[in-house]
């Protein structure tokens, strides 16, 4: 059996963070371990408050996991404070994972800090060198490269920056910006636009982290990164397409959709 770690924080509304990746890595058929961050109270409306978990659990938790079972790929989401970013860092570098995907979760959907503004430096220095691949969103690439990101032609230009800044590989995800959502990958060398078709829809809590979840699981299978990214790709597409009309905001993506219709057992 494949296997996939998460290391973020908890959404009590189950739309985003480590809920949405366990759900991601049992849709994708592989088993899912989780380090638990911090923990919100959250629903698809707002976030209401956030509790950090010390950093020695959140190293305890680490050490368990390796220590005693096989990690085929780990992602990382939800940091919150400096000291989270370096003790990650720190108790990663000491077992080198094969596959690290970093999402680098700063604000949520309803405009909450979800990674202090002094933790900022650390998850460039200490954790982006640390990643086989980052996932940031168009907001998150502006603050981490310094630059305005207003189209595609920028979007380049940022994950060139990315490089500079240590990167091995970036999804830069074009979600925010008011085309389809085209996301550009960027390996170091060659680009490729990972195209897909906007849904107009008012339900993408989790987005985020589904998608980087989905890459994980990917490559915890055997998969290249390009092609991990692609599937990826086209599983957040159906999770949006198929999202769930649950609470009064935003709305969690489907995970059920794809094991259904595996099953048969969804008639649509
Ligand atoms: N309305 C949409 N329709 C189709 N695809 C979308 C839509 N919105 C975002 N995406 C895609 O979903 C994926 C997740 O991107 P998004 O930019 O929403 O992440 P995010 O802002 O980090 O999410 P989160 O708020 O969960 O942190 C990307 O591949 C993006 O292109
Ligand atoms: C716990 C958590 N992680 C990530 C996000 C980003 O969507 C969120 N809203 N909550």
Redesign the pocket.
Known sequence: MKTALTIAGSDSGGG?GIQ?DLKTFAAHGVYGMSVITAITAQNTVEVRSVQNIDEQIIQDQIEAVFDDLKVDAVKIGMLSSPSIVTTVAETLAKYQPNHIVL?P?????GGHRLLAEDAISALKEELMPLADII??????AEILTEQKILNELDMKSACISFKKLGVKSV?L????LST????LFYDGENFYW?K??????KN?????????SAIAANLAKGNTLLTSVQL??AY??VA??HSLDLGNG?GPTNHFYELYKRAHLMNQ
């Open positions: 985003a949405a999402d979760v700063m604000v949520s959907k996932t940031p969103n168009i907001p998150e999804l995800k074009g979600g925010h389809d959502p085209n996301d990972v897909g078709k906007r849904v107009h829809t993408t809590h989790g987005t985020g982290c589904t998608l980087s990826a790709k957040i597409e949006i397409e935003h």
